[in-house]
């Protein structure tokens, strides 16, 4: 069995509104009504380790504490900066938050628009408000390479089981090439190889639903 | 609505068009059809052809707009120019405002609004062919167009009108029965629930046969409702 | 997706793939996106089409109807277009009455369908001075990815060769009649993107260039309209190469529109 028909199989489309039939207690994308579960989104339910969940194979970014996403700068304030990160709203660096010592007022010399970080989301509150740090792990400015975005439900396609999709473009495409949980994929390489792997992470995200997309991808990265 | 007319509409229990009285027009709807927009659905209802889009949830404008513990549903109904016989005059007239903020109103109902607070979700609606109860065909697009922008919802809500055309309670009205019948009520309910979320009339009905028309109503949305499931199965390319 | 945010990584990466004479999407600088004409699906209209332009959708529709004519030319017919940016197609679409944009828009695609004299304007007098036939050309933009300009003007002209005149209806003749067509006005949109000069943008593409030229033939190859726009400038040297590249790549969008006459 190939890896695309096995993901698909055991999985159940579920609609807005559908009651699912579980014992287990609510997780993400379900409501509760008169002490029955329904599901709120179209995707796929999981009813696994006493939790039910329904991964929406749909809509934007929804911005989780510890999520490696890339960010673009759209807006510099004295002393942060507000970045787009693909989610309803706009997310917010401080500088203190940054790795450098920025004097006030002077933000967009280190990040000006249009410049993109590789950041880690640190804080959502509950007004759905969230802010995100450039101090954790390899989290830095990108100097180099172009940005693609796909859908953010697409991710896990995009990488595969155990990174098996993104190595393969890596390794056939020789770029660098790392992404975010928004959706938000950094490349980088040479102009000709950077082409190729942005067709290739562009065709996953636009037949992530169909099969055989490894073996599509493989002729692809043949050219 | 004409009220009375010499107009046979109805003969022998069949209609102009050949329908029986609880037929409904042929629908087809598809998901997905625009790659811009966060979600999106065409359909076709008889000649009715409308497209729905949807943005969001995303940042109000303007601010003012904004409400501080929810989200609002900016529906937005508008008809081309070309779509009516009579070249209609492009913009939001009375009549498109009225339906926009009446739909609106019903989305908010269904569309888990608190779970977006200060945030707009936009839901234009462009009829592109009008050939009566296109209100119905626009909410109907614009709730599977909101699925497919992976909203989450209570419900998908579908809509159809019932109406009476020579004394006789009849689903789904076409365009001569609409300009020539006796009465219109264009309804859309929570399916799981049976709750109404929006409700117009206009004409005459007896108590009756406002319980008929109720009733009629009410199984065309559960027809459509099958329809729009079924889009968004083949759209994404599993089974519910 | 849409996302209005543009990095400049994205910009280098294309401007310098611009240079080579590449693009993102792995066409040449001076090749459109593959163009999709339908026609004749709006049955309330006097004639439809809609064009597909790579992922840009574009639906135009036609209405005649019958009025007074202009003091100044009393034996022509009128024509009118509008745009419609519906808010469907694209974020940052705004609800609302039409803004610069859309006006800008319509009125490019306006002078080249109405310089090239495409409709025989004269034909459309019913009653010298006192009746002619106004022509309603309306375009609905229903997703906006790029290079609008060529898909309106060609989603115009497939409507327009499409449009039958509705005589009966207005009580005029007792024959519906098709609208006499007399040429084909093509316009070609080209980018400057950093230094280069590219055909057919897609909206990233256009969402970091800075100037725009459109440039509309007819079949013989010549001129009709032009319109710079954006704040960005091209040389004297680029704008007359863009001329000549006009001429020479509007072909596939001819042969596009030829395809929906058989």
């Known amino acids: ?223 | 609505m004409a009220g009375q007319t010499d107009m046979e509409l109805i003969k022998n229990g069949i209609r102009m068009d050949g329908r029986k009285p609880d037929e409904l027009r042929e629908v087809k709807i598809v998901a997905g059809v625009l790659d811009n927009a966060d979600g999106s659905c065409y359909l076709e209802w008889g000649n009715n052809k409308v497209y729905a889009g949807v943005f969001g949830p995303m940042e109000c404008h303007p601010r003012h707009k904004q409400k501080a513990d929810r989200a609002i549903v900016q529906a937005r109904y508008t008809m081309a120019p070309f779509s009516v016989n009579d070249r209609k005059r492009p913009g939001l007239d009375r009549r498109s405002t009225e339906i926009s903020y009446i739909v609106s109103q019903a989305f908010e109902k269904v569309v888990m609004v608190e779970d977006f607070p200060k945030a707009s979700i936009r839901v234009d609606m462009q009829v592109v062919e009008a050939h009566a109860g296109t209100r119905c065909a626009a909410l109907t697009a614009a709730s599977v167009a909101l699925a497919d922008a992976g909203i989450p919802m209570r419900d998908m809500i579908p809509s159809c009108a019932a109406g009476k055309v020579n004394d006789v309670v009849v689903l789904d009205l076409n365009k001569e029965e609409d300009n020539y019948g006796q009465a219109d009520l264009p309804l859309a309910i929570i399916p799981s629930t049976g709750e109404v979320v929006l409700l117009q009339l206009d004409g005459h009905l007896t108590p009756d046969e406002f319980e008929q028309a109720m009733d009629l109503a009410t199984s065309g949305c559960m027809e459509l409702y099958k329809k729009m499931r079924h889009a968004l199965e083949n759209s994404y390319g599993g089974k519910a | 997706m849409s996302n209005d945010s543009v990095s400049n990584l994205m910009k280098g990466h294309m401007e310098s793939l611009a240079k080579e004479g590449k693009r993102a999407d792995g066409r040449g600088i001076n090749e459109y996106r593959k163009v999709k004409i339908e026609i004749g699906m709006i049955s309330t209209a006097e004639g439809s089409a809609m064009v597909h332009l790579g992922k840009t959708k574009v639906l135009c529709g036609i209405k005649m109807l019958i009025g007074t004519p202009y003091g100044d030319s009393p034996g022509s017919g009128t024509m009118t277009t509008s745009t419609e940016l519906a808010p469907l197609a694209d974020q940052s679409f705004d609800p609302g009455p039409p803004r610069e944009q859309s006006i800008e828009l319509s009125r490019v695609v306006d002078r080249g369908i109405r310089e090239s004299r495409m409709i025989d304007f004269d034909g459309l007098c019913i009653e010298h001075g006192v009746k002619v036939w106004m022509v309603y050309i309306d375009l609905h933009i229903l997703d906006n990815n790029g290079n609008l300009f060529d898909c309106c003007t060609l989603a115009a002209a497939a409507a327009l060769s499409n449009a039958t005149i509705p005589n009966i209806q207005h009580g005029i003749a007792d024959k519906d009649v098709k609208l006499p067509i007399n040429c084909w006005p093509i316009s070609c949109t080209f980018g400057k993107l950093g230094d280069s000069v590219i055909l057919d943008a897609t909206s990233d593409e256009e969402s970091v260039m800075s100037a725009r030229f459109t440039v509309a033939h007819d079949e013989n190859g010549n001129l009709r309209a032009a319109q710079k726009g954006m704040n960005g400038s091209f040389t004297d040297a680029e704008i007359r190469e863009a001329v000549k590249t006009a001429r020479a790549s509007d072909n596939v969008l001819r042969e596009a529109l030829k395809g929906i006459q058989e």
Not at chain 1, 134 to 152: A, E, F
């Open chain 1, 1 to 223: 069995m190939s890896e695309e028909s096995s993901v698909t199989s055991n999985r159940k489309l579920v609609l807005p509104g559908d009651l699912m039939e579980t014992k287990s207690k609510p997780g993400k994308g379900i409501f509760r009504s008169e002490g029955r579960i329904h599901s709120s989104v179209v995707g796929y339910s999981n009813d696994k380790s006493g939790y039910i969940n329904v991964n929406a194979i749909a809509g934007r970014y929804s911005p989780k504490v510890g999520d490696k996403i890339i960010a673009i700068c759209v807006e510099t304030g004295p002393s942060i900066w507000r970045m787009d990160i693909g989610a309803s709203f706009n997310s917010t660096l401080h500088h203190s938050e940054s790795s450098w010592k920025v004097p006030f007022g002077d933000t967009a010399r280190f990040l000006a628009i249009g410049d993109a970080i590789w950041a880690e989301i640190f804080m959502v509150d509950a007004a759905g408000t969230h802010q995100i740090s450039l101090k954790k792990d390899d989290c830095r400015k990108l100097y180099s390479g172009t940005i693609v975005k796909v859908n953010p439900t697409n991710v896990t396609r995009v990488i595969g089981m155990q990174g098996s999709m993104i190595s393969l473009i890596r390794d056939n495409t020789k770029t660098r090439i790392q992404i975010g949980q928004n959706g938000y994929v950094w490349i980088d390489g040479e102009g000709k190889d950077i082409a190729l792997a942005q067709e290739a992470i562009e065709t996953i995200d636009r037949e992530a639903t169909s099969e055989g997309l490894t073996k599509k991808i493989e002729k692809l990265l043949e050219k």
